[in-house]
């Protein structure tokens, strides 16, 4: 998916591109010919996010994980902002899932991690040359074929584990292992007030003279309300991005004017976050250039978090009142 957030673009654009591993990019929302198009003969899998960073586009995931069977690939979605509280790719067709547990899992902004997690459903063996690392003798793992040794519930996370985890490091401290256990028992309780809170904020900001446009697919209008009932009927996440009126210079105003919101690049945290991205991540670009980023001069990305509500309308609206 073409949407997916910033540094995932750049792994697979630039650096894995490097590494002789080629993308080809769909906007999520394209017509069937269009993704059908994008699978070529050396298509390996498919990739996408549930709810994409920061455009918050909804991945029609179970029509991405037939289009991927029909060519005998798997679908792997980066399921970060919904949690596997509020979707379980899994359920619609997803054969891996992987996470930033940097963001709601942890929840606490206290460590940096990651994870992959498989369904254990694809099944290698029917497409052996395909994926020769899961199908043929592992010289450096005491010359096992993966996918005969472990079936298919087995084979591609305990390549994962035993042969990258050791070869690549990509390993938790025990610390870090620790907290982010911490933040997991009870991440069932603060998605639920995220999902409220970030309703209620949505609501708010919906109404209000000074906010020109806002995207939230919990509020009934929005192009992935439909899509978002069907995939995560509980809700989606805290997040959510709106429009100042009077463009950049507006929004900058409006940020400096925040009294209890943290102005941060980090999202999905217990503690309410905002970012201008035309004022900070991205203040190198012209106002043209924002918008074919897709990140308007006037957009802000808002990041609900487990507080009290009204504390949050609260500062939202005086910081609006000013400007
Ligand atoms: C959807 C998504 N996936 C992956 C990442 C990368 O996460 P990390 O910084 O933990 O490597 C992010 C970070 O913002 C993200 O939003």
Partial sequence: SSTVYGGTYNLFA????????SFTFV???CSDEELEAAFQPNTKAVFGETIANPALVILDIERFAKAAHAHGVPLIVDNTFATPINCRPFEWGADIVTHSTTKYMDGHDA?????????GNF??????????GLTTPDDSYHGITYAERFG????????????????LGSTP???????LNLGLETLALRMERHCQNAQKVAEFLNSHEKIAWVNYAGLEGNKYYERAKKYMPNGTCGVISFGVKGGRKAAEAFMAKLEQIIIATHVADA???I???ASSTHRQMTDTELVAAGVGPDLVRLSVGIEYVDDIIADLAQALESI
């Fill in 271 to 273: 503690r309410t976050c």
């Fill in 111 to 119: 460590t940096v991690g990651g994870c992959i997690v498989d369904s």
């Fill in 152 to 167: 298919k519930e087995g084979a591609y996370i305990t390549k994962a584990t035993a042969q990258l985890m050791r070869d």
């Fill in 27 to 29: 906007d999520p929302d």
């Fill in 123 to 132: 099944d290698w063996q029917a497409h052996a040359d395909k994926f020769p």
């Fill in 173 to 179: 401290a025990p610390m870090n292992a620790y907290l």
């Fill in 14 to 21: 630039v650096t894995m591109k490097k590494m002789g591993i």
């Fill in 275 to 277: 970012l201008h991205p």
